[in-house]
């Protein structure tokens, strides 16, 4: 249990961690590369060790360094692992490895703790099964434990249904590379998250590997390209800086945030634009960002493209005078925990106001007494809730040990500012 301690204004300047995003397409792209790639300023954590860890059973070495993965590629060829592969509850592993897997000679069994084995990857072993993988869910419920036969991908015509989760598009356009014949993954309906297929084909590109992506409605993968290994720079996470602006704008403080990417193609860097909208006063430059609260106000707003800071703008509006209405919301259903059934639980717990639906949430502030909030062994929960205790005194954080998943420094940074 962590009690958050409530305070006045922050004025802080702070650098956030790495892109877990970034961090995990790295390692996938460099262990297929031909020769040895150093990706500096990684994230380490719980997800990215648990992507390291299984890419060793691969046979492909990852050295763990201060500030880096040194990554011995393999051109392709990676081997069978020799046993089961539990990736915990690291999400973007399971999905990345269902294709990958795929290359092996053999056959290779994925697995992950309780929770992992009820999200739902259908869609992915649906699009892979078009193009001659033969990849099953071990219970035939939709979900993990997998079971895939390897011996090569052919390649070809792929049909994928894009309104669950932009990681099973990506899953294949990381591996797209060394299938035996060119692809083209046709997206059946409105692709959800499209900056996450962004930073995907940002970070493909750079390593050698040109897609043609149409509209977020085709991408076609020539045959007969490949990675190239590198020596290559982790940008910072918007997610992860997303609760310091927050705290910023709740506290009505000013926070300056250095190292990140200004131009970034991540989709949560768009979190600005949303505190604006709310009444921030934002200053952006190469070096920093600065970001000044002021008053906030209830705004009206459809989230799809940055998922990830649905719970920090959740916490935010507990602050803000008016309803705010959050929509385009439908896939956090399906993420480390039902995340609008945790939000409306655990903002109902605080004394908010609360409406959810399918794909939205609708909050109005109220009166805020101490509580104990349940994380769901969800980092964002953790993360986000943590922020309603800079100002509503008795805010604690059950399993606070959750935020290990994405940044393990949370709690020990935000200490560092109070």
Known sequence: MKEITPTEKIIATVECPASKSYTNRALLIAALAKGVSTLRNPLFSDDTKYMRLALEEFGISVKQENCAFIVSGTGGHIQCPPNEISIGLAGTTMRFLTT????????????????????????????????????????????????????????????????????????????????????TINIIGELTSKPYADITLDI?????????????????????????????????????????????????????????????????????????????????????????????????INMNSMPDVVQTLAVTSLFAEGKTCISGIGNLRIKETDRIGALEQELSRLGAHVESGEDFLKIRPGAYIPADIETYDDHRMAMSFALAGLKVPGIRIKNPSCVEKSFPDFFKQLEEIL
């Open 100 to 183: 990958f897997a795929a290359l092996s000679p053999g056959t290779t069994q994925l697995t992950g703790e309780k929770r992992m084995l009820e999200r739902p990857i259908s869609d992915l072993l649906k699009a892979l099964h078009q193009i001659g993988v033969k990849a099953r869910s071990v219970k035939n419920n939709g979900c993990p434990p997998l079971k895939i036969s390897g011996g090569g991908i052919p390649g070809g015509e792929i049909s994928l249904a894009g309104n669950n989760s932009s990681q099973y598009l990506t899953s294949i356009l990381l591996s797209a590379p060394y299938f035996k014949n060119e692809t």
């Open 204 to 300: 493909m590109k750079t390593f050698g590997v040109d897609v043609e992506c149409t509209d977020h409605s085709r991408f076609y993968i020539p045959a007969d390209q490949t990675y190239h290994a590198m020596d290559y720079a982790i940008e910072a996470d918007w997610s992860s800086a997303s609760y310091f602006l927050a705290a910023a704008a709740i506290t009505q403080g000013e926070v300056t945030l250095i190292g990140l990417n200004s131009k970034s193609v991540q989709g949560d860097a768009g979190f600005l634009n949303v505190l604006e909208k709310m009444g921030c006063t934002i200053e952006r430059s190469s070096e920093k960002i600065f970001v000044k609260g002021n008053p906030l106000r209830g705004i009206d």
